[in-house]
T-cell receptor
Framework: DSGVTQTPKHLITATGQRVTLRCSPR?????VYWYQQSLDQGLQFLIQ???????AKGNILERFSAQQFPDLHSELNLSSLELGDSALYFC???????????FGPGTRLLVL | TQLLEQSPQFLSIQEGENLTVYCNSS?????LQWYRQEPGEGPVLLVT?????EVKKLKRLTFQFGDARKDSSLHITAAQPGDTGLYLC????????????FGSGTRLLVRP
């Protein structure tokens, strides 16, 4: 158990819909990262927050957005969902803005 | 262009054999992590290496960080079926870009 929690574990929705994925970092970690992993694909970095502020952006679509709240939990919002958005979404956390990241168990999103 | 080249991509070996996985880059990393990922689950941190030339051992797994901090290797001695999984290396770039760069992964199958 890495100490990073993600909810929900599974999510099934339809095209065009909007969903919110939630992540709670390890106690004491200030930074949260979001990744997407499609079937047989590597981990694609989406976005990073550090102590409530956006720190780095990767290959995140404009339909996707995220935020980190004062209690340091984070939410990833995915809107106007398409079939191709079906993937595993992982959250990771680290103490500072760099260094070792600890991953949550992921949210499996299926868009029908 | 992949910043971190991982090889081999796939490896199928018999129980008891030894193997080495390589992670190479032309970039310098301030640290490098190795993760193992089971299907449908989040990557689990195995080790972080920080110092050039550093060697760390975790039971039958030996991790080495190159002297120039551009490459790393993972050696497994007497592999067991329980070692089966996806092995990922990830580097923290020295240019403070705040992003963890992931290799494409090595999928290992250890046959009993």
């Amino acid at each position: 158990d890495s100490g990073v929690t993600q909810t929900p574990k599974h999510l099934i929705t339809a095209t065009g819909q909007r969903v919110t994925l939630r992540c709670s970092p390890r106690s004491g970690d200030l930074s949260v990262y979001w990744y997407q992993q499609s079937l047989d694909q590597g981990l694609q970095f989406l976005i990073q927050y550090y102590n409530g502020e956006e720190r780095a952006k990767g290959n995140i679509l404009e339909r996707f957005s995220a935020q980190q709240f004062p209690d340091l939990h984070s939410e990833l919002n995915l809107s106007s969902l398409e079939l191709g958005d079906s993937a595993l979404y992982f959250c990771a956390s680290s103490v500072y803005g760099q260094g070792t990241q600890y991953f949550g168990p992921g949210t499996r999103l299926l868009v029908l | 262009t992949q910043l971190l080249e991982q090889s081999p991509q796939f490896l199928s070996i018999q129980e008891g054999e030894n193997l080495t996985v390589y992670c190479n880059s032309s970039s310098v990393f301030s640290s490098l992590q190795w993760y193992r990922q089971e299907p449908g689950e989040g990557p689990v941190l195995l080790v972080t290496v920080v110092t050039g030339g550093e060697v760390k051992k975790l039971k039958r797994l030996t991790f080495q960080f190159g002297d120039a901090r551009k490459d790393s290797s993972l050696h497994i001695t007497a592999a067991q079926p329980g070692d089966t999984g996806l092995y990922l290396c990830a580097g923290d770039l020295l240019d403070s870009s705040y992003k963890l760069i992931f290799g494409s992964g090595t999928r290992l199958l250890v046959r009993p």
